[in-house]
């Protein structure tokens, strides 16, 4: 079960040391361009939520997010017990949401730069790509789940 934690600790690092290199080498605003018209990482600070939404509400995420982190504690203590990729998955949800928790409280906003630019999409930063590959696996688990009860039922009716 420690094993989880440690990844979501390795998560947090790696998303807080990314986060301070771009506070201490860019601009807010700079933008530098590794693959022109595709890829650049874009210095922004986002003091809301996804898409820009809520802003100025730092201590309403703050409160969320501790609920969340407490949630996905509980669920890693009990059912993730039983399935490491629901595990895995939930380590990877606890520290993204720890780095952007630690954004809003220590610096007041979170610090994005993944910015695609092929796709009209909005700039986001190392612990939301943690967060959605969380969830995906969670919905990747599902969908296993699901198809294996599916060739249980298929099993026993034959």
């Not at 990482?41 to 409160?63: E, M, P, V, Y």
């Not at 501790?66 to 890693?76: N, W």
């Amino acid at each position: 079960m420690r094993i989880y934690y440690i990844i979501a600790v390795i998560v947090l690092i790696i998303d807080q040391l990314w986060k301070s290199a771009i506070v201490k080498w860019m601009e807010i605003g700079q933008t530098i361009p590794l693959w022109e018209g595709v890829f650049h990482i874009t210095s922004l600070r986002n003091k809301g939520a996804a898409f820009g939404i809520l802003q100025g509400q730092r201590w309403f995420f703050i409160i969320v997010t501790l609920i969340v982190v407490l949630g996905i504690i509980y669920y890693l203590q009990t059912e993730g017990r039983n399935n490491r990729r629901i595990s895995f998955a939930l380590s990877l949800l606890l520290g993204g949401a720890l780095g952007n928790f630690f954004d809003r409280l220590i610096r007041g906003e979170v610090v994005d730069s993944l910015d695609f630019r092929l796709i009209d999409y909005p700039i986001f930063n190392l612990a939301d790509v943690f967060i959605v590959s969380g969830v995906a696996l969670m919905i990747l688990d599902m969908w296993l789940e699901t198809r294996t009860g599916q060739q249980k039922q298929e099993n026993e009716k034959v």
